[in-house]
């Protein structure tokens, strides 16, 4: 089922059209991943679907409400970490996520606040005044506050960026638990290792316009290679239009995904006992992405 349905999305500041034409749906229990450089539009995107600015075109829904037209209904279903982190200095980290409680209704919310605060690790920085946390501490906060209202639908604008190791890891773990249970999720993040480790579905925007969508492994299958390695006992002089590189006796190949590995084992026609050693690299979303940008292809 979609929850959040994007359709035609047009957002132009002044001359400058940063949202061009972008269609794309996230379902319940699906994680989307908007892909792109600095500057592309993905923050533009999440603040058209948060209202905070109006779209030039287009439309918007969550569970086939426009956000124009029925703010209350689609926000109370929808929560947002942004990129930029916004705090209250002078309040700590438990009246912080009281407020936030009260900004949605939520009267006796205590339980959920302390298994949040729990689950995210802020127990022991609950007295803390948001000005003494630290990035990290602060990140786990605008989780926190975003989940508060067990929403529908979560928009991550770069929940990872500028995080520890142990953070990034209980952010995805929190991801993929929210995602079993059927949360839709819009994820926006440059490490591209983790958008194809955890969005089902990606799409790659450049310069306000989707060049490219589809599931995750589908869109690498299609846009990349394998790289087979083989090692040789014995230097052999050799060519081949699939030979990419050759170092003394390791030579490297570019397979596609189409072409079977022991049917181009059998075509490269090399002697079994002069095989040292064999090694096969997948392709990479990073690769899917590069190849993207670089032709600038629709
Ligand atoms: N409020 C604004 N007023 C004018 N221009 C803006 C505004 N917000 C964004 N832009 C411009 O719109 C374009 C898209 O910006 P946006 O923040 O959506 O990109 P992004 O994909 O989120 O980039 P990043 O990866 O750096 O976060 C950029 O050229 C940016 O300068
Ligand atoms: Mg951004």
Known sequence: ????????????????????????EVHSGEVFG??????????????TITTLEKPTEGTITINNLDVTRHERATKAVTGVVPQELVTHGYFNVEEILTFQSGYYGLRKNKEKIHSLMQQLELWSHRHKKIRHLSGGMKRRLMIAKALMHSPQLLLLDE??????VELRYSIWEQV????????????????????????????????GKIQKQGETKEL??????????ITLKNKVEYS??????????????????ST??????SELNFRNDNILDMKIREGTLEEAFKYVLNRGEM
């Open 240 to 257: 081949h239009p699939a030979l990419i590189n050759q170092q003394d006796n390791t030579l490297e190949f570019r397979v596609p995904y």
């Open 260 to 265: 079977k590995i022991g049917q181009f084992l």
């Open 220 to 229: 690498v299958r299609k846009l990349t290679s394998r790289h087979l390695t």
């Open 159 to 164: 929940p990872t960026a500028g995080v520890d």
């Open 1 to 24: 089922m979609a929850v959040l349905k994007i359709e035609n999305l047009i957002k132009d500041y002044g001359a400058l059209r940063a949202v061009n034409k972008v269609s794309f």
């Open 34 to 47: 908007l892909l792109g450089p600095n500057g592309a539009g993905k923050t533009s995107i999440i603040s």
């Open 176 to 207: 993929r638990d929210l995602k079993k249970a059927g949360v839709a999720i819009l994820f926006t993040t440059h490490y591209l290792e983790e958008a194809e480790k955890l969005c089902d579905r990606v799409a790659i925007i450049h310069e």
